[in-house]
């Protein structure tokens, strides 16, 4: 009852200025509306339905799989790193144990729901920290429609890769960030890259912000389990004269297809490598630089549009340039640029944004050699198409918009693209 009256204050304001509104922004005014019984049920039905099928497929989990068996080989005394795939830090192998002390058939089951799981927990947190009521029609619809069409969301569950850990810990250590809770925020990172070190570029955005305590938990966590890892397996080198150098060459064939990095796409339309990694390199630099840029830009503008952008650019620019870079990799930074879509200006009100979206979308009837061995073209257009994007937002001139703010649970008033205080969040954000 009480989210019935406030919304309805809402749309009484919010129609009181129709006329000084866009159609992008009454179609978002729409979306925070409460989500009925039966909108709530069919997004559920959906995740688990792809969890479910996920399951009874024969090649679930193949990539959870080489974790899983390094974790396997310490328990019986060997090292993980004897196995060229395994390529994560020695921390990954303790956090894999748990795993592989359970049946494979129970773990067909929670492996997919899991994944799905820590998905769901990034969007969730990307929309905390835009004060997006999880409640809403764009909360529980836009999971929805995002696992069903997104098509590396279908495939990241079906393969398990820890990438799912960076997905949800992107987006709560911003949100602890954007709460000043720096330190956490930092925990919270530390612990994703003890698991999978793909958020090493993140520690960019503490040295931007002067955050040195979070900082060194990113740092110190990862290490100290690293240490405790390597003390307790044979041969821990292996991972500087073996793993290292078969992952900083691209690994080999069998992930060439589907590495989207332009230093192993550009050479495969016959761009001669060493320009390929020219490229690269040059817009991971502009990246950067736009990153940079967008966190110095305004002193008003220290919201919650301004950490996760930053945030954004730094990890696209060091997609560009890691070898091998997959299509589900963009699973990190996505579910942060659609929840900005309630924020005015934000890169994804862009219809361009969607455009770049566009060849991932599943059920799109593409040419058959598109799907198969050269699917990294596709995936390869979209990362450098969102880089682009974000990009130019971040140069653009600094002013920060002042335009009315009527998500619902609240009163429209004029304020800039900055986050509300934590009390003002909370009156927003009933669930």
Not at 164 to 176: G, M
Not at 265 to 286: D, M, N, S, T
Not at 287 to 313: F, N, P, Q, S
């Amino acid at each position: 009852m009480k989210w019935e009256n406030q919304s309805a204050r809402n749309q009484g304001a919010g129609d009181r200025g129709a006329g000084d509104r866009t159609p992008g922004s009454r179609l978002v005014d729409r979306l925070l509306q409460p989500a009925s019984r039966s909108w709530q049920l069919v997004s559920l039905g959906v995740v688990l339905g792809i969890a479910v099928s996920t399951s009874l497929r024969a090649n679930w989990g193949s990539d959870n799989a080489f974790v899983v068996k390094a974790a396997e080989t310490l328990l019986a005394g060997g090292s993980p790193y004897e196995d060229k795939r395994f390529l994560y830090l020695p921390s990954a192998v303790i956090m894999a144990v748990p795993e592989a002390l359970l049946p494979r058939e129970v773990l067909r089951w929670l492996l997919p729901v899991g994944m799905s799981g820590l998905l769901g927990v990034g969007w969730l947190a990307a929309l905390r920290l835009f004060s997006v009521p999880l409640r809403s029609r764009f909360a529980v619809g836009g999971f929805a429609l995002f696992a069903l069409a997104y098509k590396p969301y279908a495939n990241l569950v079906l393969i398990g890769n820890w990438t799912a850990i960076s997905a949800a810990a992107l987006p709560v250590a911003l949100l602890l960030a954007h709460r000043r809770s720096w330190g956490s925020a930092g925990l919270v990172v530390g612990l994703a890259i003890a698991c999978k070190p793909m958020l090493v570029p993140l520690g960019l955005l503490f040295l931007m912000a002067r955050r040195w305590r979070g900082l060194a938990a990113a740092v110190l966590v990862p290490l100290l389990f690293s240490l405790a890892g390597a003390l307790m397996m044979p041969s821990p080198s292996l991972f500087f004269t073996k793993t290292l150098p078969f992952l900083l060459k691209g690994q080999d064939a069998y992930a060439l297809p589907w590495d989207a990095s332009p230093i192993a796409v550009l050479p495969r339309l016959g761009v001669p490598e060493p320009l390929a990694v020219l490229v690269a390199f040059a817009g991971a630099g502009a990246a950067l630089w736009a990153a940079w840029v967008r966190w110095r830009r305004d002193d008003a503008d220290r919201g919650e549009l301004r950490l996760a952008e930053t945030a954004c650019m730094v990890m696209l620019a060091a997609f560009l340039v890691s070898r091998p870079s997959f299509d589900h990799y963009l699973l990190v930074v996505l579910p942060l640029l659609i929840a900005s879509a309630v924020r005015p200006g934000s890169v994804a009100r862009s219809p361009w944004f969607w455009v770049a979206l566009g060849p991932q979308v599943a059920g799109i009837p593409w040419p058959s050699e598109l799907e198969a061995k050269r699917r990294a073209f596709k995936d390869c257009a979209t990362l450098c198409g969102l880089t682009i994007l974000l990009a130019r937002r971040a140069l653009r001139s600094g002013r920060v918009t002042l335009a009315p703010v009527t998500t619902a649970g609240s009163l429209p008033r004029t304020e800039p693209e900055c986050a509300a205080t934590p009390a003002e969040s909370a009156s927003r954000t009933a669930f």
